[in-house]
């Protein structure tokens, strides 16, 4: 499905993945306790800046930082804006 959002200049728009539902040892996560989570898949990008393409592409699954990014509601879902700079490692 493709996002009719158009980020601008050298943001990106990322689908946050879902929060862990339990530990790896087998133990559920209460909704209260969930971490807010670092990862995601892009889902549209800008065109960047004059001087500075950009490196990611829509698809690509992003580590970005705790607090980063803009959050919005879109069509029911989640998503988050963010500029290219605020993405740590591309998965």
């Known amino acids: 499905m493709a996002l009719s959002i158009k980020p601008i200049a050298d943001r990106v728009v990322v689908e946050a993945a879902p929060a862990e ?49 803009t959050e919005i509601t879109y069509e029911g879902k989640e998503y988050l804006i963010m500029r290219e700079s605020d993405i740590y490692a591309v998965l």
């Not at 898949?41 to 001087?51: H, I, P």
């Open 21 to 69: 539902e339990k530990t790896a040892s087998g133990i559920y996560i209460p909704d209260t306790a969930k971490e807010k989570p670092q990862r995601g898949t892009v889902v549209a990008v800008g065109d960047g800046k004059k001087d500075e393409p950009l490196t990611v592409k829509v698809g690509d699954e992003v580590l970005y930082g705790k607090y980063a990014g």
